[in-house]
């Protein structure tokens, strides 16, 4: 029987779990991120905030620190705004790849495993390649929680929406061949808060789909590009008859558009169409995406959705998964 403890922290948030083996006992959170770990000051208030939360579930779970037999930090943890920067591994990828790169760093009194992310194989980045370039912290541990949990095995496509969206492919070795980032979710907060849609939209996104909004948001996305067909969002409040909620599906639909056209024009971007698609993330947004994918002829498969319950531990189980091949 192992006690394990997981750190995951993205840009706002921070996930602490304790699991005894495959289960977990203790869990606590935090909306805390590397977007509060700028500088020095900040930086000794992030690592407070993190041994918080580590105390709140040691004491959850009625263990102390020297009874941890494995803790592993997950995601922005292992960057340069983290608490102890790993370096990248290189694509192709899996878990024994990913494995052979965890770095040890002993910190809150605690031995921590930082898990690396994954990028492209490319030094030198110029004009002429960076389009082929990408790179992730995080994702990589979610991929292989969810592999582990549906049993997948590849090639196949595992779309993870956030902040930032994430194309992952995997190859047929279940290996994290590439991946493509788009900046998705701050698009679509940046122009619900702070533009001039701002007012069309009250400020709120979607809180459920409305079919025909959030397809035709797309159509005219791909047919005129996101910029003006953003703007037909204020268009559609100043002279429609519609409703908040369908403007926001309309808006979502513009944007989500152009993610997938990512994947279309991708190198290589004639063997995707045939990929089986795992999408994961946010409920309301992994159902658009959803939609936009049965809809679009360009995918032959009709994609597999994971639910939100099961999705929010894939990044501690994909870790725990990878740290299997060093048997730490």
Known sequence: MKNILT?????????????????????????IGVRNNTNLKKNQKFKKEIDNLITKVLSKANIKKKQLDLTLGIGMLSSDIGLYEV????????????????????IFD????????VRTAIENVTLNNCEEVDMMRGEEAEVFGIVKYLKLQGPLLIILPGSHTKFIFLNDKNKISKSITTLAG??????????????SLESTFAKNIEKD???KGAELSNKIGSNRSSFITRILEQFGSNTVNQRANYLLGTILSNDLLAVKSYQ???????LPVVIGGNNLIKDAFGLLIKEDDYFKTDPIIIEDNIIKNMSSIGAIEIAKNLNL
């Open 110 to 117: 605690i031995p921590i495993n930082f898990i690396p992310g």
């Open 213 to 215: 909004f959030l397809l």
């Open 186 to 199: 701050e698009l679509i907060a940046e122009l619900t808060n702070n533009s001039i849609l701002s007012s």
């Open 87 to 106: 370096p990248h591994v290189f694509f192709p990828a899996g878990k024994v790849e990913i494995a052979k790169g965890i770095k040890k760093k002993k």
């Open 268 to 274: 290589e971007s004639n063997m995707h169409h045939k």
């Open 7 to 31: 750190i995951d922290t993205g840009t706002t948030n921070t996930r602490v779990k304790i699991f005894l083996d495959d289960k977990i006992i203790a869990k606590a959170d935090k909306k």
